[in-house]
C-alpha cells in the first residue's frame, strides 16, 4: 500500500519486499526507537515498527513540515493489521476519477493553482466506475468512455477538523464529446486542457505527487495496448 501524507509518499510493505536497503538514507530497525521530527530526511526505512511507532510515525507525517523527507518505506510482517491500524486513525473516504485521452493527448484541469486530473467522491451506493464517469464529465463538461482501471491512490488531508484518507479509484478514458468543454468553476477549477506528453511533462511539476504516480500507471497501461501518447 502506498499512501500520500501531506504529499509525502508512505509506503507500507512486507518483509521480502525489500531485500535492498542501501537506496534508503535512513534505515531504523528498532522497534522500541522514539521517533521525532527531526530525524526525518531523505528516503527513510522503517523496519519490524511497533504500533505505537506507527501512531507516532502517523502523528509526525500528518501534523508535520518534513521539509527535508522524501518518502517513507514501513516494513512490517504484521502487513494487514498494519493497514487496518492505519485506516482506523482515518475516516475514510470513497472517491474516483479518470485519465481521459484524445488524439495523442490526454485531459488535465486546473484547481486551486495546481495541475491535476478529475475526480470526486461517490455518491450513495453507485460503482466506483460510474463515479468517475459522472465526475470526469461534470467536471469538464464532456461525454466519455471508460475503458479499464489504472490504479488506486490513498492521500490524506484534514477536513472540519477531521484526519481524512481518501482512496480514489482511477481509469483510463476516451472522450466522446468535448465541443462544450468547460471547468465546472464551482468546484474550483478555473482550466480544462488538453496536453500532449510534452505539455503534461512540464505541469507535472506543478502538482502532486500522488498525480504523478497517477500518470505513471497510466503511461504503463497504454503500452500495453501498443499505444502512444
Known amino acids: 500500500m502506498r499512501l500520500y501524507i501531506k504529499d509525502k509518499p508512505l509506503r507500507i510493505k512486507r518483509p521480502e519486499e ?3 536497503h542501501s537506496k534508503f538514507d535512513l534505515v531504523i530497525n528498532v522497534d522500541d526507537i522514539i521517533l521525532n521530527e ?6 527513510m526505512l522503517i523496519t519490524n515498527a511497533s504500533r505505537g511507532m506507527i501512531k507516532s510515525l502517523l502523528f509526525i507525517l500528518h501534523h508535520s513540515k518534513l521539509k527535508g523527507l522524501k518518502s517513507v518505506t ?4 504484521e502487513f494487514e493489521e498494519t493497514i487496518d491500524l492505519i485506516k482506523s486513525k482515518f475516516k475514510v473516504i470513497k472517491a474516483a476519477g479518470g485519465v481521459v485521452q484524445k488524439d495523442n ?7 486551486l493553482g495546481m495541475w491535476d486530473f478529475p475526480k470526486g467522491k461517490i455518491e450513495g451506493k453507485e460503482s466506483v466506475e460510474a463515479g468517475a464517469k459522472r465526475e470526469v ?3 469538464c463538461n464532456i461525454k466519455v468512455q471508460v475503458k479499464q482501471e489504472i490504479c488506486v491512490t490513498w492521500h490524506t488531508y484534514v477536513h472540519g477538523g477531521k484526519d481524512i484518507l481518501k482512496k480514489t479509484s482511477w481509469f483510463l478514458m476516451e472522450s466522446l464529446d468535448d465541443s462544450k468543454m468547460k471547468p465546472q468553476k464551482e468546484e474550483g477549477i478555473d482550466e480544462v486542457k488538453w496536453m500532449n506528453a510534452n505539455e503534461v511533462n512540464v505541469a507535472l511539476y506543478n502538482t502532486y505527487r500522488s498525480i504523478r504516480h497517477v500518470y505513471k500507471k497510466y503511461r504503463k497501461e497504454i503500452k500495453k495496448g501498443d499505444k502512444t501518447v
Open 137 to 139: 464529465e461534470e467536471e
Open 105 to 111: 493527448k490526454v485531459l488535465m484541469i486546473h484547481r
Open 18 to 20: 525489500v531485500k535492498d
Open 38 to 43: 527531526k530525524a526525518f530526511r531523505g528516503n
Open 74 to 77: 514501513l516494513v512490517t510482517p
